[in-house]
């Protein structure tokens, strides 16, 4: 069986790497690069490939799915209200600007006070303090 072969894998995860792929296009990766994280998913909740004489019978974790969308909202929920307001009259700019079809205009630094601004990227960058550890439920 040659590298990248999807013949020991099931309709079903053949439907769950192809869900996952388009997700990731969603968000902008790339097609090629998309298709690897999907297989990788597929492979880390399944543990490879299910049909017949490829190691059956092992049992299926969702934990990568489940991380996903717990982390979804996580991100902006932690940061402040005037770095959301001020990413969200971001967004509004940018699809005003490209439904009107005009070409890219450099925008001006956030309206979010300085301290704000520097807090969200010290967190973005892991400074938060503590141990860095996450907290187990």
Do not use: C, F
């Amino acid at each position: 069986m040659p590298r990248g072969d999807k013949s020991a894998y099931t309709s079903k995860q053949k439907r769950q790497a192809e869900h996952i792929e388009e997700g990731y296009e969603d968000r902008g990766v790339p097609r090629r690069e998309a298709e690897r994280r999907a297989w990788a998913t597929v492979n880390k909740e399944t543990g490879g490939g299910k049909k017949s004489g490829s190691g059956r019978g092992k049992k299926t974790s969702k934990s990568s799915s489940r991380k996903g969308g717990r982390l979804g909202g996580r991100a902006s929920a932690s940061r402040p209200k005037a770095a959301r307001s001020a990413s969200a009259r971001k967004a509004a700019a940018t699809r005003k600007r490209r439904a009107a079809g005009s070409p890219r205009k450099r925008a001006s630094r956030s309206s979010a006070p300085k301290s704000a601004r520097s807090r969200t990227r010290a967190t973005r960058r892991g400074r938060k303090g503590g141990t860095g550890r996450r907290r187990s439920r």
